[in-house]
Structure formats: structure tokens, C-alpha cells
């Protein structure tokens, strides 16, 4: 008796389960979520079946190498490597504070009338096409910098420290890119900072008020530590952006595909620039897979920016041994 | 003409005689710990509290009790001027807080929090370890010295019946302990600068009978050094701790919360004067 009533209530969940999709739906999210593992693995597939070629010739030494010469085959990853890596990290130390501060004024000091015309302002930033902010480097921020940042610089600091060294006659270089892509991502940075500051509990600002905190205190101790993690995340955001901007670094960078320079102010290149205004004219088959080899190295550099960032988020947001916030 | 200045002296007279019993009042009411006089609270247009005069003992607990919405933590939280943070809060009338006025333009609203602490009906420790969430306060309050600081935290970690439980995790997080854990924490945190004054906003309202039990001892210790507000809206909680009680209720056509009733809790609830705090008490409404 009580066996069948048992089984006829399973039956009845079993029915009540399938009746409202709960299966399908399992399906159809597993279904796409495999699309995407797919599709990581597919471009993966490409960038390395199409860079056989050149890693063949070049091997491992290739990521070490300078020199870019498409007719007499010399290729070198460094220049690449290092313009990009430079260039983003200038960016990112630029705008990760700054976006930082202009989230913390947005979300605790700005009157209230002020909050919505502004995150909107700054989110209208970040939608601006990347061509659109290399030209308004190409024009108005490179002239400004050259004279007004670039030859006092050099003609002080730089003569003894090579980072700052001249000369700067172009204008256009590694710190130029990496400042443009610092105002690329800083609205990037500074929405998601604030959204991840909007939710932080106002019981948590009330705490540290209570105990006689100062405006100032309360966000350094309260509401920047609860956010930790989600700040980091967006920084990280913030940096795969600038890792794979192509237009606008292409415009200010200069294109020195084949040297490092020791200064800052010298012309580069970055990866993504370097395939973007190479591969319209490669015309035999080794420059293109030497290109594609360039792409995988991107592949690399993000994938592990973005492992170390898990850690970071990950190591960070563990705070205090034991706590139990993801 | 004679007439006019009559009227004029008269006007004069009385708005004199007005202001010195004011006068009168607020000086007679300067020997209590806290005092509120003719409080309102606005919340924009709204007024949550109107009229509130209110004396608070020293070293004395104070149970307010009243239902939802009649305006209790609101009062609560003018008292440390928790309110501050709300552009739209607004205060009138007075509260005196050792007969300084806590709204006057000679009060730093951080020196009144560091007198006037506060423990939330949510328990909300900082994102720090169980230690560094004590001694935080301290190190705000001025204190420098490490091992007093350390001695401190044990000190009042005992005095909130904490410390046999997590005196092997000091450096671990204090959002790691369970709810009640971490109120008895916050509680430790609010006592360790020694303010004058403690606040409490249901504080036993999301713990289990022992945890709340372990809570209604610590108050009672605290008494001897502190003055302790108390919201509850648990009666038999009000009965157990409280040497005063006070009444709220909000009233059905403004909506604004007003005082019904205070004294000591004996007589508020043996022998209360108005019907509504009677029927309150009794569990007839609210
Ligand atoms: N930040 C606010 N903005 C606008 N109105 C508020 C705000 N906080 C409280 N109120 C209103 O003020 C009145 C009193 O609220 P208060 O929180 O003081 O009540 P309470 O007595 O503490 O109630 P409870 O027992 O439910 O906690 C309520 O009508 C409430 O809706
Ligand atoms: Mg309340």
C-alpha cells in the first residue's frame, strides 16, 4: 500500500520534472556550454595547424628572437611580445587606480544628482569605437605629449635613466600606446568597479561608521576590501582589452617590428597590430604562418595573464584565513 | 495705537515665557545620560518620528519597544547620527547626550560615534580576521600600543562570552563564524574603545535562545560600565533585561512614530497608564 503511494509520488515528480522543460532546459544549457568549449578548441586548432610551418622553422627560439624581415624570412616574436606586454601593463597601472577612484567617487562621494548623468557618461566612454581613440591620439594627444611630457622628460630624467631616454621625434611609441589604451579601458575599469561597489551591503559602511571611521576610512577598511575580488576581476577585464586592442595601439605605436629600444618613448609594435597591418600583404605561405604563429603567441599571453589573474582574484579574495566569501 | 503695543507686549510675553520653560525643561533634563527634547525625524517629507522627549539613565538599560514601523531604530540611529549618511534624513528638536547637544554645530559626529557605539540587528563584522575586527576600533579610538591592544581584545572578547571559541583563530576571518559568533564579535567590537553610551538594534533577533541567552548575560555585566539602548521586539526580552522600557507607536493618521508611555520596566509592565502600551504588551496588536 504505502509501496505504491511512494511510487506513484515519484512518478508524480518524475512527471512534474519533465513537464516543465527542468530536463530540456539541463540539455540545452549543457548543449551550449559545450558550443563554447568547442569553439575555444576550434580556434585553437586553427592557430595551431596554420602556425606549423613557421614553428618548424623557427622552434621555441622564435619567442626570443628579434629581427622582422618578410623577404629574407627573419622573424623574431620579441619586439611583439615585449611592445605588448609593456604597453598593456602601462595601461593597466594607469587606469586600474584611476578607475579605482573614479568608481570610489562615483558610488560615495558624488551627490546624487550627479551619479546617473556621470555612469552614463562613462559608460558612453567605453562604447567608443578603439579607431575613433587612435585618431584622437594621432592628433591631439600625440602633439601635446611630445612637447609637453616627452622632451622635458628626456631631456631630464632620460639622461640617466634609458627608460626615458630620447629621442622622441615621431612621437609615436610604447608609452604613447599604452597611455591611449589606459584611456581605452579606464571606462571599462571604472563601470565595473562601480557596479561591484554598488552592491556592496551598506551594513558593512555602517560598521566601520559606528566605530568612528571617517568617510576616508570606510572605504579603504570597508568597502574596497569587501569588493576585492570583483575589482580585480574587472582590472583583468580592463587588460584583455588592452592585450588585444589592435586599431588604435596600430595607430600610435609606430611599428617597429624588428627592434626592442630601450627607451619608452622609442616606436614598437604589438601582436595584435603587428598581424592586423601584416597579413593584408602576406604573400607567401611562411610570413603567413610566421602571423599566425604571432596570434597563437597572443593566445598564450592572454590565457596566462588570465590564469594568474585567477589566482590573484582567488588568493586575495581569500582574505583572513577561513573566509567563507567567494 | 496704545491697543497695538498691548497686543505686541503680549505676543513678546508669551513667546518669552515659551522659551525660558523650554529653557527649564532642557536644564532640568541635563542631569541624564541621554535626553531628547521635542525630537521629529524626517525622511524627506516624510516624518517618521514626532515630539519625542525621552530621558535615558546612566549605566542603566533602556528597553524601546513598539511594532514595526513605529519608528524605533530610526530614533536609535539619530542618537549616533548613523543618519547622516541619507541626504534626505533630517532631524528637528533635540538630544542631549551629557547636555550637549548631539545635532548642535560643536558636535563632530566621529567623536559622538567613538561615545556612542552601536551593534546591528544583522551581525556585520569587517572583512578582516576575528582579531584585527576588535582591535580595529581601538586603533581608530587612538590606541597605539600593540599589547595593550592585544590585551584589550582578550579582555572583551571574555566579556562577550567569545573567547573560549575562538581564541585558537584570531588571525582566521571573522565572517567565518556562525551568526551568532559573529554578533557576540560585534558586540566585542562596540565595547572594546569603552564608549559611554551602547546602542542596540535587535540584537538577539536572528540567534538561537542560547546564543541570545549568552547576549542578555553580557548586557547585564555591561551595565555596570555602560548606558545600553535596546531595541526588541520581544517582550519577554524587554521584562528580562530592561531596568526602563519605552514605548513607541505610530500614529494611524500621521503615521509618525510618537512616545506612548516610559518608566521602569516594572511598571510599564505590571502597571502600564495608557491603554495602547496595555494592549501591546499583552499582545493584542502590533
Ligand atoms: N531610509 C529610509 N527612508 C525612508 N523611510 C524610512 C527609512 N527608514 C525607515 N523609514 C520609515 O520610517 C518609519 C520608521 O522606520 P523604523 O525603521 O525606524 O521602524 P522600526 O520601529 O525600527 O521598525 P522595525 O521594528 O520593523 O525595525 C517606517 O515607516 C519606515 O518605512
Ligand atoms: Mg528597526
Same mark, same amino acid.
Given at each position: ?35 563554447? $568549449? ?51 601593463? $602601462? ?10 577612484? $573614479? ?28 579607431? $575613433? ?20 622628460? +628626456? ?27 589606459? *584611456? ?6 571604472? +563601470? ?12 558593512? !559602511? ?8 571617517? !568617510? ?54 604589438? +601582436? ?51 573566509? *567563507?566569501?567567494? | 495705537?496704545? %491697543? ?21 525643561? #532642557?536644564?532640568? @533634563? ?5 535626553? @531628547?527634547?521635542?525630537?521629529? /525625524?524626517?525622511?524627506?517629507?516624510? =516624518? ?112 562577550? @562570552? ?19 559568533? =559573529? =554578533?557576540?564579535?560585534?558586540? #566585542? ?14 540584537? #538577539? ?14 548586557? /547585564? ?14 517582550? %519577554?526580552?524587554? @521584562? ?15 503615521? #509618525? ?30
Amino acid at each position: 500500500m504505502s509501496q505504491k503511494e511512494e511510487n506513484s509520488s515519484f512518478y508524480e515528480v518524475w512527471q512534474r520534472r519533465t513537464q516543465h522543460g527542468d530536463l530540456l532546459f539541463g540539455w540545452l544549457t549543457l548543449f551550449f556550454g559545450l558550443v563554447v $568549449i568547442t569553439l575555444v578548441f576550434a580556434i585553437g586548432y586553427v592557430v595551431w595547424s596554420g602556425s606549423a610551418e613557421a614553428r618548424d622553422r623557427f622552434g621555441f627560439g622564435f619567442l626570443f628572437q628579434t629581427g622582422w624581415n618578410p623577404v629574407k624570412h627573419n622573424f623574431g616574436a620579441m619586439p611583439a611580445i615585449y611592445g605588448t606586454l609593456v604597453s598593456s601593463l $602601462i595601461a593597466v597601472t594607469l587606469a586600474g587606480p584611476l578607475g579605482i577612484l $573614479i568608481a570610489v567617487f562615483l558610488s560615495e562621494l558624488c551627490p546624487l544628482h550627479l551619479r546617473n548623468p556621470l555612469s552614463f557618461l562613462i559608460e558612453l566612454l567605453a562604447a567608443i569605437p578603439s579607431v $575613433i581613440y587612435g585618431m584622437w591620439g594621432v592628433f591631439v594627444f600625440i602633439p601635446f605629449f611630445k612637447s609637453g611630457i616627452a622632451k622635458p622628460l +628626456a631631456s631630464t630624467v632620460g639622461q640617466w635613466l634609458p627608460l626615458f631616454a630620447g629621442p622622441v621625434a615621431a612621437g609615436r611609441g610604447v608609452m604613447v600606446a599604452g597611455i591611449i589604451l589606459a *584611456i581605452m579601458i579606464l571606462p571599462t575599469i571604472a +563601470a565595473i568597479a562601480r557596479e561591484i561597489l554598488a552592491v556592496v551591503p551598506n551594513h558593512q !559602511r555602517e560598521a566601520l561608521l559606528a566605530v568612528g571611521a571617517t !568617510r576616508w576610512e570606510m572605504i579603504w577598511y570597508g568597502v574596497l576590501p569587501y569588493s576585492r575580488a570583483g575589482i580585480v576581476g574587472g582590472i583583468m577585464l580592463g587588460l584583455g582589452r588592452a592585450l588585444g586592442e589592435t586599431m588604435a595601439a596600430l595607430m600610435v605605436i609606430g611599428s617597429a617590428k624588428s627592434t626592442i629600444e630601450n627607451s619608452l618613448f622609442a616606436p614598437g609594435i604589438t +601582436a595584435a597590430a603587428l598581424i592586423a597591418s601584416e597579413l593584408p600583404n602576406a604573400n607567401d605561405s611562411l610570413h603567413e604562418s610566421t602571423l599566425i604563429l604571432i596570434a597563437l603567441v597572443l593566445f598564450g599571453i592572454t590565457l596566462i595573464l588570465n590564469i594568474l589573474a585567477r589566482l590573484l582574484v582567488w588568493q586575495v579574495s581569500r582574505g583572513p584565513v577561513g573566509t *567563507i566569501r567567494a | 495705537m496704545t %491697543q497695538e503695543v498691548q497686543i505686541q507686549a503680549n505676543i513678546f510675553s508669551s513667546l518669552i515665557t515659551r522659551f525660558s520653560n523650554y529653557q527649564n525643561e #532642557a536644564v532640568g @533634563a541635563l542631569s541624564n545620560k541621554i535626553q @531628547a527634547l521635542h525630537f521629529d /525625524f524626517y525622511y524627506g517629507k516624510f =516624518q517618521a518620528l514626532n515630539d519625542l522627549s525621552l530621558a535615558i539613565k546612566e549605566r542603566s538599560i533602556t528597553a524601546l519597544i513598539g511594532p514595526s514601523g513605529c519608528g524605533k531604530s530610526t530614533f536609535l540611529r539619530a542618537i549616533n547620527r548613523m543618519h547622516d549618511q541619507n541626504p534626505t534624513a533630517r532631524a528637528a528638536g533635540r538630544i542631549f547626550l551629557d547636555g550637549q547637544d548631539i545635532y548642535g554645530p560643536f558636535t563632530d559626529p566621529l567623536l559622538l560615534r567613538r561615545r556612542v557605539g552601536m551593534v546591528f540587528q544583522r551581525p556585520n563584522p569587517f572583512t578582516l580576521s576575528i582579531f584585527d575586527n576588535v582591535a580595529y576600533g581601538l586603533r581608530v579610538a587612538g590606541w597605539k600600543d600593540k599589547k595593550r591592544i592585544a590585551e584589550r581584545v582578550e579582555e572583551v572578547l571574555h566579556q562577550a @562570552a567569545l573567547w573560549n571559541e575562538v581564541k585558537d583563530r584570531l588571525n582566521h576571518s571573522g565572517l567565518g563564524l556562525s551568526g551568532g559568533q =559573529q =554578533q557576540r564579535l560585534c558586540i #566585542a567590537r562596540t565595547i572594546a574603545p569603552k564608549p559611554e553610551v551602547i546602542l542596540m538594534d535587535e540584537p #538577539a533577533s536572528a540567534l538561537d535562545p542560547i546564543s541570545t541567552l549568552k547576549i542578555e548575560e553580557t548586557m /547585564f555585566e555591561l551595565r555596570q560600565e555602560f548606558t545600553i539602548i535596546i531595541v526588541t521586539h520581544s517582550m %519577554q526580552q524587554a @521584562a528580562r533585561v530592561s531596568d526602563e522600557t519605552a514605548f513607541l507607536l505610530m500614529n494611524a493618521e500621521t503615521r #509618525a512614530g510618537e512616545l506612548i508611555e516610559a518608566g521602569p520596566t516594572d511598571q510599564i509592565f505590571t502597571n502600564p497608564q495608557d491603554k495602547r502600551t496595555e494592549d501591546y504588551i499583552s499582545g493584542r496588536f502590533g
